[in-house]
């Protein structure tokens, strides 16, 4: 059955209820039957066990795990996500803070991974059968072997300390401030109307979008080239050849579009996986989002703070899927309705 | 400020790219500015609510405690003018508070500040779900406390508190303000936070940054440094590369061996020091550590100085009890010897021999302190080397509070402990106490040498009993100590950096070399 971009998004929201609930239980079970105390690291050196007995029965810990549970389940029905054990504030309040430095991070870094991608790609194939094509191939392989992490450093080591050429540190320069209006620095220095912030801020983006977008590059590259491969042996190509259009036109202007299906789908995947990627960059870079604050969370085994984070992480990622099912639609025809 | 046109943003674009092209750095620096990258954030704005040590330094920034320490630790007053106890008992503490402290929000700090901070928050009743405040353990034992005069209170203790005047310069003793709290609520509060310390909070972005603008009304005279932006730089590397890349004046924290890398570097002085916080083996009743001759044979074995030099560049003090040197229950005529031939004769007189060697465990941190990991190896090597066996597991610190409440400890744990002031009562009084949720070692003859001093009023005498406590401790094998923490800075040199024996870092002590 053919579906409209309304279907599929009706459809995902259906599926994205039963997929929450499963997530959620598996979260919560697993934390809670890990051998680690998340009240142990909350006290005072001169607490008493009389009081920490006290502090895990003010916060229900010393209930059944099912129970908990149902409690949990019952605020987050009421929006409400729980107070973080270490920094003592609303849950929803830590992740509705960090998200746009994520999305912002993230924004940039696939924005940067898709242009790199598919520019590497067209030119790769371009070069097909050249010396060209063989050196791009095995600089995509090795670009693809090291983890964004490893590459977070190596770029702060090559051109923030080496020579000393981009910042990375942080969002925006030591000496700078901007007023929070919507948490997504880029646009807040330009509501501000403050464009040396604006500057700062890209130039802060630079190495960590960069580092994400690696992850994504020869991905993208590696596969519209073999699409490119696929669609040049189709007929309309041929007929594009007798038609007398030059080589660049019909690479980009036919084949291009046709070759990017794969494309898509994998961009939707790869997307997921580029906020798993933002836990360690956001803490090489000190970049304030949802990833760092995971890891800070996971470090003092926040229990609240960790189960609202990877709900929200999930949230992304079939957000997502569904963007991506809606433009799979948006680009292949056949899939349209009549 | 004016919106640009297209020119001017395409010149400021070239500008940029150009100035990144020639490789010189972004960020210059102000005459009374400087970045610092600092390893870890505050868990709340709300100074009384959690007390982890690290986060000290940030809250004495913006928030007054009633009494400071000099950076060579010495007592000295800060929004209280002086104290005494007022009675034999030692149950009234009364306060001299001055009358020029004002809060950043411009409200004058009093008597009734005092009184809310350590009397109304701690015993505010805590709503469904929430969690008390630190501080309400700390202040237990306050049943009262009553105020003379806009500038003079008594606090009034249920039980004797010897150590209530350090605890007044310890974690989470930071004065805020009643109104302000009250009219904003806590959350309005954290938003917004504002105290009477030298700079006022002007920024913060949860785990990446804190900017901080002098008070110019703070009553001890604003600081030289009048804004300091602390990047917060979790990853050592990071902040190894942001000292090296000029990117800040200063980076605490950073690994050992790069401190004489980038010490040698021009313009950047790099130091190890010294502090009061101690690393020690914690010992628990368990398996060979249940014999006497085992721990105190784990204890001779291992090569103090051997691994100072090899880790910390000599730079680690090592001590033979559990608490700093030259601090009031540090005994300094006392030495436990370095002797791993003692060691062996120990484990023979325990049944244990090359044949049969002692089987521990043996628990670390890693990466929680600097060169755990590569200590806990060292030692294990030695205890090796006289017939110890230890099993080492690399475990998270939320793991060891776990097993250190359920009392399921291996016998032997690597732990660093903080204590800024140097009271021995921070030390062994919760390190050796049974009733302590933070011992690890638990048996009635030290927690009846513990008991009495945690109710000694006699200075002299507490002091005198805990140095006693330490070396029964040491000869009876229930802890095991090694070295003095340390603090690794690179700054610099442009910064007139000022070090304090707690490791304290307090940008309103520092100063721009011209």
Known sequence: ?338 | MAPLDRRAFLSLVGAQAGVAALGLPARAAKSDAIAVAYSTDVPTWDPNARVLANAQSLYKCVFDSPINQAPDLSVKPSFAKNWRYRDAASLELELELRDDAVFHNGDKATAEDFRYTFLERPKAPVPQGGQKLDTSSIWRRVKDIEILSPTRVVMHFSEVMPSAVTWLYFMGSYIVPKSYMEKQGPEGFLKTPVGSGPYRLAEYQRGARIVLEAHDKYWGGAPKLKRVTLEIVQDPSARVAAIDGRRVDLAVDLPIREIARLGAEAGIVGSIDSITDIVIVEATRTGPFEREEVRLAAHHAIDKQAISKALFGGKAVPIDVPAAHKTPGYPENFHFAYDPNKAVALLKQAGFGPGKPAQIGFNTLSGFFPNDFEMAQAIAAMWKKVGIEAKLEVIEAAKYQELLRANKLPEAMLYPWGNTTGDPEMYAGYLLDPKSIFAAWKSDDMGERIQRLVVETDPQKRYAGYREANIYAVEKGYTIPLFQGVKTVAYQSSLGFTKYDNGWILPQSYTLKA
Request: charged fraction near 15%.
């Open chain 1, 1 to 338: 059955m053919i579906e409209s971009g309304f279907g599929i998004v009706y459809r995902r929201c259906l599926v994205a209820v039963p997929t929450l609930l499963v997530v959620s239980v598996l979260v919560f079970v697993v934390l809670r039957l890990l051998p680690a105390d998340p009240l142990a690291m909350s006290l005072p050196p001169n607490a008493t066990q009389a009081e920490m007995e006290e502090m895990r029965h003010d916060m229900g810990f010393d209930r059944p795990i099912p129970v908990q549970y149902a409690i949990w389940l019952g605020q987050i029905g009421r929006g409400d996500f729980g107070t973080s054990i270490q920094f003592r504030r609303s849950v929803s309040d830590l992740i509705l803070a960090a998200l746009p430095t994520t999305l912002e991070l993230v924004a940039v870094g696939l924005t940067l991974g898709i242009l790199l991608g598919i520019g590497c790609g067209v030119l790769m194939f371009a070069w097909r059968g050249t010396a060209k094509e063989q050196i791009a191939d095995l600089g995509s392989v090795v670009v693809m072997s090291i983890p964004e992490f490893l590459w977070a450093i190596l770029l702060i080591l090559g051109l923030g300390v080496g020579v000393r050429m981009l910042p990375f540190i942080g969002r925006i320069d030591a000496q700078m401030t901007v007023p929070t209006t919507t948490g997504f620095l880029l646009i807040d220095t330009l509501i501000a109307g403050n464009l040396p912030a604006f500057l700062s801020v890209l130039e802060h983006l630079a190495l960590p979008a960069f580092s994400l977008a690696l992850g994504l590059t020869p991905l993208i590259m590696r596969v519209l080239r073999s699409s490119l491969f696929d669609t040049y042996v189709e007929d309309y190509i041929a007929l594009a050849r007798l038609r007398g259009l030059s080589e660049r036109r019909i690479l980009l202007r036919h084949a291009l579009k046709n070759a990017a299906l794969p494309t898509v789908s994998l961009i939707g995947v790869q997307a997921g996986f580029m906020f798993g990627g933002t836990l360690l960059v956001e803490v090489i870079y000190t970049f304030p989002g949802i990833g760092n604050l995971m890891v800070q969370a996971l470090r003092n085994h926040d229990l609240p703070l960790i189960q609202g984070i990877a709900l929200v992480y999930c949230v992304i990622v079939l957000v997502l899927n569904t963007v991506v099912e809606v433009a799979y639609l948006r680009l292949n025809p056949k899939l349209r309705k009549a």
